[in-house]
């Protein structure tokens, strides 16, 4: 799959991970549709991305993914602005900030509905919008290393992670020219953990988020994977898992 001239949402797309690839994917010819709760910088990006262009590549919309109407206007967008999608990024994501023993106002719940709960949502409107328009198309979904390996650190967030990586999964050879697909990172330099960043830098080094970006672009361009999750480590780089049932080995991705 070539992206040159080809649509993105995706959602987290101010900050991180969703910064990184919205940058990317405009570099080789790309459009985007930024969606994120950050109003500022995602309005820089957008602005950034459009500076010195010839013709409109990156619209911003505030999106809180949690609201569906909301989720559901980045696909308006997308068609408004530049006449559909062709890729859908399903980025957006928290962590738990406290022990969840100490949650007592059961703000865990928050973290199933943005990392899990709105992937699906983002899955189904994606689907729903590819097979409308014929031509097929990529759905990634941002899992986590805590998506394939409990973590007792953040319990929740592995439990989100792990029905990310699930629910992707099940997507295995769709059909409709539609392919599925997830990262599975290990933790890398992002908001995202900042509120336990001292504790994780103790346990090793991050992933560069550049080689996180390189295991979406892989996914998206190369044809061969669908149901399948890229893991990614600072130790081992990227490798992509099959349908790992009865222990399957994993296929190594070369980049």
């Known amino acids: 799959m070539h992206v040159e001239n080809k649509v993105a949402i995706i959602t987290g797309a101010s900050s991180g991970l969703g910064k990184a690839l919205a940058e990317r994917l ?11 709760i950050d109003r500022k910088d995602g309005l820089r990006l957008a602005t950034e991305l ?40 399903n980025n957006a994501g928290i962590a738990e900030n406290q022990p969840l023993w100490e949650d007592e106002k059961g703000i865990w719940k928050k973290v199933i509905d943005i990392d899990l709960s709105a992937v699906i949502e983002g899955t189904r409107l994606g689907i729903e919008d ?9 759905i990634i979904n941002t899992g986590s290393l805590a998506g394939l390996y409990p973590q007792p650190m953040t319990p929740v967030y592995s ?9 992707t999964r099940s997507f295995k050879d769709f059909g409709d020219n539609i392919r599925v697909n997830a990262v599975a990172p290990s933790f890398s330099p992002t908001k995202i953990i900042e509120p336990i960043k001292d504790l994780i830098t103790k346990m090793g080094p991050l992933v560069p988020v550049e080689l996180v970006t390189d295991a979406f672009m892989l996914l998206i361009e ?29 296929k190594k991705a070369k980049l």
């Open 50 to 89: 459009n500076y010195g262009k010839q013709e409109e590549v990156a619209f911003f919309v505030q999106c809180d993914v949690t609201k569906y109407d909301q989720q559901a206007a980045l696909f308006e967008a997308a068609k408004k602005h530049f006449g559909g999608v062709d890729i859908i990024v």
């Open 159 to 167: 439990a989100a992670k792990f029905g990310v990586v699930g629910f």
């Open 26 to 36: 405009v570099s080789k010819g790309a459009k985007v549709i930024l969606g994120d």
């Open 130 to 138: 590819l097979k409308k328009q014929g031509r097929g198309g990529v």
């Open 222 to 250: 190369d044809e061969q994977y669908s149901g399948d999750i890229a893991r990614i480590t600072p130790q081992y780089g990227i490798s992509v898992l099959g349908k790992a049932v009865g222990g399957a080995k994993d």
